[in-house]
């Protein structure tokens, strides 16, 4: 059993920063693909970032450049840099913890881009 506590959102002007936080209690925590996804009102959740336990990264193209995803496995945690927010990048995030058929999610934290 995983448990992810996601922190961090915030609402925040266009072109602003934000860290969100993954918080993870796991045995074996360095094994998962961790990500975070997101989901907007009348949208189906997508993936944002993901990082596996090799260390490979990938991105939705509408982030590459703006969104760094990073994990601490010593703290148990993972990270999503957050720069030059749009409007379009409002959603509630979620941590995302996967390994074989085991799939776990947090509760989801609200980010909001606005002026």
């Known amino acids: 059993q995983v448990q992810l506590v996601e922190s961090g959102g915030d609402l925040v002007q266009p072109g602003g920063s934000l860290r969100l936080s993954c918080a993870a209690s796991a045995r074996f925590f360095s094994i998962y693909t961790m990500g975070w996804y997101r989901q907007a009102p009348g949208n189906e959740r997508e993936l944002v970032a993901a990082?596996?336990?090799?260390?490979?990264?990938d991105y939705t193209d509408s982030v590459k450049g703006r969104f760094t995803i990073s994990r601490d496995n010593a703290e148990q945690k993972v990270y999503l840099q957050m720069n030059n927010l749009k409007v379009e990048d409002t959603a509630v995030y979620y941590c995302?913890?996967?390994?074989?058929?085991?799939?776990?999610w947090g509760q989801g934290t609200q980010v909001t881009v606005s002026s």
């Open positions: 990082i596996a336990s090799g260390g490979n990264i």
């Open positions: 995302n913890a996967r390994q074989s058929k085991y799939n776990y």
